[in-house]
C-alpha cells in the first residue's frame, strides 16, 4: 500500500478504519493512493511507535494524517510539528511532535514535519459531511 518515494516524503496515516471516529487518516490515504496527488511514499499505522522514528530518519519532510476532536470550517487542520518529548504513560498515545524529536536525537536527521487532522468527534461516522470535508482537502 504504497506509492514510489520519488520526493523523498513520506505521509503516516493514523487510525483504525473499524473504528469510525478513527479511520480518517487511513481514508485520506487511500484516496491519494487511488487518485495520485502526493509524491512520495505512503504508509499506515494504527498509531504512532518510537521505532517510526527511525522510519522517518530516511525522509525529507513526513505528514501525520489523523482524525481530530478539533474541527473548523475547512474540516481540517495542517499544521507544521515540532519536534518536543511529550511525556505521556502510554505507548499508545505517542505524538508527531515525540516521534520527531526522537529522529532529531537518535538519528541527528531533522525532517520538516507536518500534521493534518480532520474534524472527527468521538462517535462521528466516516459519512456525508466527513467524506465532502475530505474532498476539499485532498
Known amino acids: 500500500m504504497s506509492v514510489s518515494n520519488t520526493k523523498n516524503r513520506l505521509l503516516l496515516a493514523i487510525g483504525n478504519s473499524a473504528r469510525q471516529d478513527d479511520g480518517l487518516g487511513w481514508v485520506f ?50 499544521r507544521t510539528c515540532e519536534a518536543a518529548l511529550d511525556t505521556s504513560f502510554s505507548s499508545h498515545a505517542v505524538s508527531p511532535n515525540t516521534i520527531l524529536y526522537l529522529c532529531n536525537d537518535l538519528y541527528n536527521r531533522h525532517p520538516l514535519g507536518r500534521h493534518r487532522r480532520g474534524g472527527v468527534g468521538p462517535g462521528d461516522r466516516l459519512e456525508c459531511k466527513r467524506y465532502e470535508e475530505l474532498e476539499k482537502s485532498a
Do not use: P
Not at 57 to 75: L, R
Open 29 to 78: 490515504a487511500e484516496r491519494l493512493e487511488k487518485e495520485g496527488g502526493f509524491d512520495g511514499e505512503i504508509q499506515f499505522r494504527y498509531q504512532l511507535q518510537v521505532e517510526d522514528a527511525e522510519l522517518i530518519s530516511s525522509y525529507d519532510e513526513v505528514y501525520f494524517v489523523d482524525a481530530s476532536k478539533e474541527g473548523n470550517e475547512q474540516g481540517y487542520i495542517i
